[in-house]
């Protein structure tokens, strides 16, 4: 892991910039912890939303959340043709939607975030010792977040959602779905403009664990209310131990 930058630190959580290298590619991340941290304390991995980073809004309220609140480290990278991936940096959300719908198309793309996430998790338990692993992603985060799941054991709980059996990966993500054993809180909008409603409830009833609740509620695919986005952190915290 190499880091990237001085840490900054703001009301008891520490956040710094990291990059590891996976397979010849360079992998950016962030990481948040308590400014108290205990050895082999729980991180959570966290994967953001298509044509959006590491670094999120939503993603940086959940890392906070999880540091200030229930003592819990977390973890987000840069999803393919995102974020610091990009000679731009990502600041055209148009651009980057439309370079990520190529890249999803290319066959490998799955096996490559997945070997990437590893990575990053193998460098972060260097750093912070081999507690217990949870997952947060919606939308993109979930079509990259299953594999994942699917292929790393190390993962014990996750919080999935906004995403179906739908586009050019939807054979990988209805297998991946299957291998998917631990428990899961899975989150739907009812009025989602981007993933077919039908899709959504299908992925959910192909996730392989019988651990699993489905949260819908009504409204489109962004407008998740915001206590359920709260409710992440808690749902992840009591899972891993530290509610």
Do not use: N
């Not at 793309?109 to 081999?130: C, F, N, P, R």
């Amino acid at each position: 892991m190499e880091w990237i930058g001085e840490p900054v630190s703001e009301r008891g959580v520490r956040e710094q910039r990291f990059d590891v290298q996976c397979e010849g590619r360079r992998v950016p991340g962030i990481l948040w912890r308590p400014d108290a941290s205990a050895e082999d304390a729980p991180l959570v991995l966290l994967g953001h939303g298509g044509s959006l980073h590491k670094r999120a809004d939503y993603i940086l309220a959940t890392a906070r959340r999880l540091a200030r609140h229930h003592g819990i480290s977390s973890i987000a990278i840069d999803g393919p043709a995102h974020g610091d991936r990009r000679a731009d940096g990502g600041r055209d959300p148009g651009k980057v939607g439309a370079d990520f719908d190529d890249a999803w198309r290319e066959p490998s793309v799955t096996d490559d975030i997945v070997a990437d996430w590893k990575t990053a998790l193998d460098a972060a338990q260097a750093e912070l010792g081999s507690g217990p692993v949870g997952y947060f992603g919606l939308s993109m985060g979930t079509m990259m977040g299953v594999p994942l799941i699917a292929a790393e054991p190390r993962v014990s709980a996750a919080v999935l959602g906004l995403m179906g059996l739908w586009g050019p990966t939807r054979a990988r993500l209805s297998a991946d779905a299957a291998r998917v054993t631990c428990p899961v809180r899975f989150l739907a909008q009812w009025d989602d403009e981007i993933v077919p409603r039908d899709r959504v409830l299908e992925l959910f009833d192909q996730l392989g664990t019988r651990r699993k609740s489905l949260h819908a509620h009504p409204g489109k695919h962004v407008e998740v209310p915001p206590d359920e986005m709260r409710g992440v952190a808690e749902f992840l915290a009591a899972q891993l131990g530290r509610s």
